[in-house]
């Protein structure tokens, strides 16, 4: 089963953070005096001394500094929903406004039509043909510009 990108990177964001939570799992640390008598911590025991092996304590963080994994990932998702939301909102503009265009162009092809001969054949809804009287023409004539001034603006 092929998992889409966005699952794909959901699980890396995930893993990466996981990642610091696995710091208690980490390599083991000395503490011993140093050649002057200082303390010395290290991960390596020193060859020629005694060293005391210690536990090192990360410090907690509080969740107001640090956001939660699951906190990342639905903050990750909810920014993905808005790009995809973005994107199918412009992709709607465009096929709106390509509908417009079309409409404009054939109000204004109506508008000819109507303003051509008056003895000109139009075709009806069930698609005979007929002579407009003066009073369906100008009828026409009027839907017409008044589509040109809706679609063409």
Request: one cysteine or more; aromatic letters at 6%.
């Amino acid at each position: 089963m092929k998992k889409s990108p966005r699952s794909i990177e959901k699980l890396i964001i995930f893993a990466c953070l996981l990642l610091p939570s696995l710091s208690g799992f980490s390599a083991p640390a000395f503490k011993y005096s140093g050649e002057h008598g200082e303390t010395v911590y290290s991960q390596t025991p020193p060859k020629n001394s005694k060293a005391e092996r210690v536990t090192v304590k990360s410090k907690k963080t509080s969740n107001s500094a640090r956001p939660s994994a699951v906190e990342v990932l639905e903050k990750f998702t909810r920014d993905n929903d808005d790009k995809q939301r973005a994107a199918d909102k412009a992709t709607e503009e465009k096929r709106l406004s390509a509908i417009k265009k079309k409409n404009c162009a054939t109000a204004k092809q109506n508008l000819a039509v109507y303003e051509g001969p008056t003895n000109r054949l139009v075709k009806d809804s069930s698609g005979n043909y007929k002579r407009l009287n003066e009073e369906e023409r100008q009828a026409n004539i009027k839907a017409a510009r008044k589509n040109i001034k809706e679609f063409c603006n």
